[in-house]
């Protein structure tokens, strides 16, 4: 049976992660996030204090590490070297140095297999920014989810405070846009809309409303109930 792939792809904070989960759990698929993986690369590359600018360091750091997915009571966990770090991967820092270190080559190629391998496997929704583009070219349906950076920078700021995180609107609305900048310029999978995605700005949209545009789009692209 071939399986159905859902790409979702976006900006920081478009709301990909939460939309992507209650959209997967409607439909009994499987989430992916796939920017966790690329955290916990870049968690290994801050915990041995290479330099973000360093590509050789980071190339030759690549070769040390092995990032897995497991799911435990359908939440996703990423693992790294045998340990979960899915509870570490989350603050700023750590975004940061991500999208520090996912412009290179050797670090997108670590991932692009193993995303590729999970949905040919099962029924996916899959988020990140080249999905559509680049890791699944033939999913059935794709996404492009946006909204605007003040928006997304409120929502990132409501995160991290329920978190107990200490935390500043405007240095997170700037961090959102120089990550858009490098995220949408880089040489290699560059964030962009794939031509057969169907755009959805989320600043005015609840949850639910976003969840049912794409469940709806899913639908007109071939998605049979109960499948
Ligand atoms: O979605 P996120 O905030 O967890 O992603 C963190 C960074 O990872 C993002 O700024 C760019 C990078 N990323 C990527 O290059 N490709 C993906 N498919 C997912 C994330």
């Known amino acids: ?7 979702i792809d976006g900006p920081a904070g478009a709301g990909k992660s939460t939309i992507a989960k209650k959209a997967a759990a409607k439909l009994g698929f ?4 796939t920017g966790a993986m690329y955290r ?3 968690l290994y590359c801050l915990r041995e204090g290479i330099d973000r600018n360093d590509e050789s360091a980071v190339e030759a750091a690549c070769e040390r590490m092995t990032v897995s997915l497991r799911y435990q009571g359908g939440a996703q966990q990423v693992w ?6 899915s509870g570490l991967i989350r603050t700023e820092e750590v975004g940061a140095m991500t999208s520090a270190i996912s412009v290179y080559a050797p670090v997108r190629q670590k991932l692009l297999k193993l995303q590729r391998q999970l949905a040919a496997k099962e029924n996916v929704i899959m988020d990140g920014r080249d999905i559509g583009t680049c890791v699944l070219p033939g999913a059935q349906t794709k996404i492009y989810l946006t909204a605007n950076s003040h928006v997304r920078a409120l929502r990132r700021f409501k995160e ?12 997170i609305e700037q961090d959102i846009i120089e990550r858009d900048h490098r995220d ?9 809309q794939a031509e057969d995605a169907v755009f959805l700005d989320s ?11 794409i469940l709806m789009t899913a639908k007109e692209r071939g998605l049979e109930e109960n499948r």
């Open 1 to 7: 049976m071939t399986t159905y792939n859902i790409a």
């Open 30 to 33: 499987i989430y992916v996030d």
């Open 40 to 42: 916990a690369m870049a």
């Open 80 to 85: 790294l070297n045998g340990e979960d770090v």
């Open 160 to 171: 991290l405070k329920e978190k107990g995180q200490m935390c500043n609107l405007e240095e």
């Open 184 to 192: 949408m310029n880089r040489d290699i999978a560059p964030l962009k």
């Open 203 to 213: 600043s005015d949209m609840t949850i639910d409303q976003v969840v049912d545009a």
